[in-house]
């Protein structure tokens, strides 16, 4: 019986970049779960009941801790913010464009966990190949 957990969630407190203005506080949330092990879901909440929710590689998230990367709609770098080190997101969609500061130690502790559930290179392991097939090739019933 594994005692590993079968997901990870983090709540973080972000910082979204207004230009020209002082940057605000987003809360948000960090979800990795082994049933889809390429991937991070990341929900914001911006304001009463509205989420924003985003899926992203879990390797650009780690990736971009140390270095840039990524092109188009999702782009992570590291750098720093106020004396203390951070990791940029930077995410672009047809309604708009943002720029947040995630916290280094925060974003790092979270991904540590992800890989005590699922390492590198175990992430196919994970994934029912079969029923990913069977998802894409699934004709539906107006066919």
Do not use: K
Not at 44 to 56: C, K
Not at 67 to 92: I, K, N, T
Request: glycine share 8%.
């Amino acid at each position: 019986m594994s005692t590993r957990p079968d997901s990870v969630t983090a709540e973080l407190e972000l910082r979204l970049v207004v230009p020209g203005s002082a940057s605000l506080p987003v809360v948000a949330a960090l979800t990795y779960d082994h049933g889809d092990p390429y991937a991070i879901r990341v929900a914001f909440h911006t304001g009463g009941s509205d989420v924003v929710e985003w899926t992203f590689a879990r390797a650009l998230l780690t990736d971009g801790v140390t270095h840039p990367v990524g092109e188009g709609d999702v782009q992570v770098w590291p750098s720093h913010a106020g004396g203390r080190p951070v990791v940029c997101l930077s995410l672009s969609s047809p309604s708009g464009r943002a720029l947040f500061e995630v916290p280094l130690t925060d974003l790092v502790e979270f991904l540590t966990r992800t890989y005590a559930v699922v390492p590198t290179g175990a992430e196919s392991d994970h994934v029912d190949v079969e029923a990913e097939l069977a998802l894409l090739l699934w004709s539906g019933p107006d066919s």
